[in-house]
Every structure is written in C-alpha cells, then in structure tokens.
C-alpha cells in the first residue's frame, strides 16, 4: 500500500527515515494543528477520486488496540513465567492512545495492577482535561523535548480510557533529559524522552512500594 503520511517537522529524523524507507510520501509541516488540517484537507480533495484509508496517530480503536499490545506481550511474558504481578504499569501519554492501550492489556491480563500515565508539565493537555472534566485543546504545539508528546489534544476516544487511569503525572522536562539519560546509561540503548517520562512517574511511586512496577519503553526512533 502506498503511504502519504503527513507529520509534523520537528519529528524524530530517524521516523522520517524510516518512513521514507519504506516508500511513504511526507508532508512536513511545522505546527500540528497545520498537519490535521492539512491532512484533512488532502483527504477531502482526493476521496472522491480514489479510495483513502485514513489511519490517525491516536484516535481509533484499532491503533489503540495495537499500541496497546506493548503491554500485553509484556504483561502475558510475566504471566507465562509465573513472575511477580506488577503492582503497576506506567506508560507515557501524548494523544493517550498507548496509554489507552496499556489501560485496556493491564485490566484484561492484571485488573488489580494500577496503570499510571505521565506526561511534560508544558503539554499537559490530558491533566487539564481531566481536571476540568472536559478536553482541553492548546492553541499552538507545546515546546517540550518529548517531541512524542507535542499534541494539541487528546480525543473523546482516548479521554474516555483517561478517566479510568489510576493517575496521571507531569514531568518538568529536566526530569525528562535527566530520566533519558539514566535510562540510556544503565540499559546501553538509546530511550526516547517522551518514553523516559515513565522512570519520572516510577520513582514518584518509590515512596509507597507496593510491588513490581512494569515500565513501557522504547527508543529505536533516535
């Protein structure tokens, strides 16, 4: 299948790399309202021509459902090996669709584990649409260094898997570039910021163990 795939500029290189590897063509734009409307537009004018298949970064059921296979393979290993259940699970949130994913894999294989999110103090778009018990929606793309975590908004699909969440923390983003660089030494392979926020919200849990804790990672786009 032919991919046009619309992102927004300060994205990982290594993403576009990948992507354009694989034969896709990028429309690069340099805020992400620009690149759903854009995006939008693109699939207004040629739908009628041919047919498209919109597939979105977050919101719908099956890229949630497949984020959230992160867990489930992770947590159905722990299973298998007769391990320890987590007392949590903690994955980063950006348009919440991993995170919706690891809410629906942890309830499913370990209900009584918590699932915590976390996300950068300067896009915390998800912690102030679940205080405020609506979406809240920034204006311009927020500037934090998880890059992964720049969306203006989460969705009615995934706010709806937020308010379930055990809890859901801000990082400053010196505790992103520190958490990155721990992760980076002591595991010997590169962790991307938005995935190092998680180290961030497990050690804020330090203070109250109450068994292992299962952290979703990765960095293979740096």
């Known amino acids: 299948l032919k991919a046009t795939i619309f992102i927004a500029s300060f994205a990982s290189q290594k993403k576009m790399e990948g992507c354009r590897a694989l034969g896709a063509d990028l429309h690069l734009f340099p805020e992400r309202n620009e690149v759903e409307e854009r995006c939008l ?4 004018q ?13 919101d719908h059921k099956e890229v949630i459902a497949g984020q959230g296979t992160a867990a489930y393979e992770a947590l159905l290993e722990l299973k298998k090996s007769n391990a320890l259940p987590p007392s949590a ?3 980063p949130c950006g348009g919440g669709g991993l995170l919706s994913g690891t809410l629906l894999a942890t309830k499913a294989l370990y209900p009584e584990a918590k699932v ?14 679940l205080q405020s018990g609506k979406i809240f929606r920034f204006e311009t793309t927020p500037k934090t260094v998880a890059d992964g ?5 989460v969705s009615e699909r995934t706010f709806f898997y937020l308010k379930q969440l055990d809890h859901l923390f801000a990082a400053s983003e010196e505790e992103i ?3 990155m660089e721990r992760l980076t030494k002591h595991l010997q392979m590169p962790i991307e910021p938005t995935s190092a926020m998680v180290l961030v919200a497990a050690q804020r849990l330090r203070a109250s163990p109450a068994g292992p804790i299962l952290m979703i990672l990765s960095g293979g786009n740096i």
């Open 41 to 44: 537009q693109y699939i207004e």
């Open 46 to 58: 040629h739908s009628r021509s041919r047919e498209i298949l919109f597939i979105p970064p977050y």
């Open 89 to 91: 699970v903690i994955a």
């Open 116 to 129: 915590i999110g976390v996300e950068p103090e300067v896009a915390n778009d998800a912690i102030r649409s």
């Open 149 to 153: 975590a720049r969306t203006l908004y």
């Open 177 to 179: 570039i520190d958490a």
